[in-house]
Nanobody
Framework: VQLQASGGGLVQAGGSLRLSCAASGPTSNNYVMGWFRQAPGKEREFVAAIPWGASSTYYADSVKDRFTISSASIRNTVYLQMNSLKPEDTAVYYC????????????????WGQGTEVTVSS
């Protein structure tokens, strides 16, 4: 599975961005698709996840009610709509796919995209 993340950029605090993650190769409804982020000098952290083809979603407390993860199976794409952005949301955002394991744990994810940078100015 190859993952290509896009949609990052520079935005002012309070603004919005939508990230996309296009999956190619052999995908499966058994996969969980996740978004993680890594700020400079910090560890990679879980942001959101959605089982492929399902409606249940998972969010980190820090982004709940501001970010929305969704999937479009027909396009093999997962989205992360980010609203009310804050400077502390500044990070490189990665999409990833997991076949099993805890959805909030980076070690559960086998496939990773290259990352897209999000910068939120105050």
């Amino acid at each position: 599975v190859q993952l290509q993340a896009s949609g990052g950029g520079l935005v002012q605090a309070g603004g919005s961005l939508r990230l996309s993650c296009a999956a190619s190769g052999p995908t499966s409804n058994n996969y969980v698709m996740g978004w993680f982020r890594q700020a400079p000098g910090k560890e990679r952290e879980f942001v959101a996840a959605i089982p492929w083809g399902a409606s249940s979603t998972y969010y980190a407390d820090s982004v709940k009610d501001r970010f929305t993860i969704s999937s479009a199976s027909i396009r093999n794409t997962v989205y992360l709509q980010m609203n009310s952005l804050k400077p502390e949301d500044t990070a490189v955002y990665y999409c990833a796919a997991a076949e099993s394991g805890l959805v909030v744990a980076a070690k559960s994810y086998t496939y990773w995209g290259q990352g897209t940078e999000v910068t939120v100015s105050s």
